[in-house]
């Protein structure tokens, strides 16, 4: 491995420095995307919008050589990005050499790049129908890329780190209540709808769906005790959704007031 002011001093190690500055978010001083990031980010936009549009048989048959035209194009260009991206990973001192290379290779970011490439060379082959959706849904990953640009899903990671204990908590109650309602559900209707309460396990659908409040309406008690307990899940279904999400969001509303107070800080020096 070249001295790192040697390396400074290639024409290479420019060229990649300025490759590094350009697809690199973290790296840059001037607010906003690189022009190559705003590229790569609108041709994620339309990838996804395809993915999701190929999906209908009517809208495919329209055009379905265009669709194939179009997913190559993007692979191509999702191929480009990636082997630059691996280029100008050696500008950062954990990602130098040949090791440094295949450990940016598997890191998060780098494997979502590559899953976002994969699918269009492995439908190329014989794959079956369960197999095409599964590539298909693998292609959706590449809206996830989106948040490699933004400092937001750093934010949420830290906040969610930051108060995994409460969350853990937040969590067994809510397995707890799980199991208390779809066993007192169970004693209460069993007996008059077999099919649908019969057992714990099988109450277990009508608790997830009364707790969360989505309220499917395909299982419901017909007795009067049966009745009055769905509607008082259905209360403390609100405060065990309302119990995680607050403590997410005053998590994410103090990483971001952090973020605030240190770039003041950074432009008051």
Do not use: C
């Not at 780098?110 to 439908?123: N, S, V, Y």
């Not at 309460?197 to 009364?210: E, Y």
Request: no cysteine.
């Amino acid at each position: 491995m070249q001295p790192l002011d040697s390396q400074k001093a290639s024409p290479y190690a420019g060229w990649r420095r300025r490759l590094y500055l350009m697809l690199e978010p973290t790296a840059r001083q001037a607010p906003g995307l690189s022009i190559p990031n705003r590229f790569i980010a609108v041709v994620i936009i339309l990838a996804t919008a395809l993915t999701i549009l190929e999906t209908e048989p009517v809208v495919r048959a329209l055009a379905p050589s265009f669709f194939v035209t179009a997913e190559a194009v993007l692979a191509l260009a999702f191929l480009v990005e990636y082997v630059a991206r691996v280029i100008a990973a050696g500008e950062d001192a954990r990602y130098r050499g040949l090791a440094g290379r295949l450990r940016f290779m598997v890191s998060p970011w780098a494997i979502i790049d590559l899953l976002a490439i994969l699918p269009f060379f492995l439908t190329m082959g014989a794959v079956n129908a369960f197999a095409l959706r599964l590539l298909k849904l693998i292609r959706l990953l590449r809206l996830a890329r989106l948040g490699h640009f933004s400092n937001a899903i750093g934010d949420l990671y830290s906040a969610v780190r930051g108060r995994r204990y409460e969350l853990t908590v937040s969590l067994m109650v809510a397995v707890a209540l799980l199991i208390v309602t779809s066993s007192v559900i169970y004693v209460l209707e069993a007996s008059h709808q077999p099919e649908a309460f019969g057992s714990i396990p099988r109450a277990l659908w009508w608790s997830v769906a009364t707790l969360t409040t989505v309220g499917y309406g395909d299982v419901t008690p017909v007795t009067a005790a049966g009745q009055l307990f769905a509607g008082l899940t259905a209360i403390v279904g609100i405060g065990m959704i309302a119990m995680p999400t607050g403590i997410l969001a005053a998590a994410f509303s103090d990483a971001m007031q952090k973020r605030r107070e240190q770039a003041e800080n950074d432009n008051n020096k």
